[in-house]
């Protein structure tokens, strides 16, 4: 379903309008903060972490 969306265009369209209204941004990060925070992605932030380019000096 996701490829033939994005075949026929629907994926672009869909984009493209709500990208388009007054109040994307706060859509965006309220989207955002609620994957940051899922258990799903914890684990990967906590090892992210440990990269020694994310290490304070």
């Known amino acids: 379903q ?10 672009t ?4 309008e709500v990208n388009s209204a007054p109040d994307y941004r706060e859509k ?3 989207e955002l903060k609620t994957m940051r925070e899922s258990e799903m992605w914890q684990p990967g932030a906590a090892v992210r972490s440990l990269r020694p380019e994310n290490w304070k000096k």
């Open 2 to 11: 996701l490829y033939n969306s994005v075949f026929t265009g629907e994926e």
């Open 13 to 16: 369209r869909v984009v493209l």
């Open 28 to 30: 965006l990060d309220e």
